[in-house]
């Protein structure tokens, strides 16, 4: 899961244009809202698109899975695994 974490930052960095941080800057346990990165709706909004993109993934609105995907890179690691291994199940 660590690549799939860098992944996920280097998205972050890219959808949200966090130029001035790196991968290595985010802590993969630290909250992405609030406290930690300080990351707002509106950019919730474009990451969901961006993961979308970038994973094939997407959320249901205002559930509380979707919170709990949001609340850190390892958070957002596990949802997409469990997600695309759910995927293969088929």
Request: with cysteine.
């Amino acid at each position: 899961m660590p690549d799939l974490n860098v992944k996920i930052k280097e998205m972050i960095i890219k959808a949200l244009e966090l130029e001035d941080i790196a991968p290595a800057d985010i802590d993969d346990s630290a909250p992405l809202f609030g406290e930690g990165l300080g990351l707002d709706s509106i950019d919730a909004l474009e990451l969901v698109i961006a993961i979308k993109e970038e994973f094939g993934v997407s959320f249901v609105q205002n559930s509380a899975e979707t919170r709990k995907a949001f609340a850190s890179v390892n958070a957002l690691a596990e949802y997409i695994t469990s997600v695309k291994k759910g995927e293969n199940c088929g």
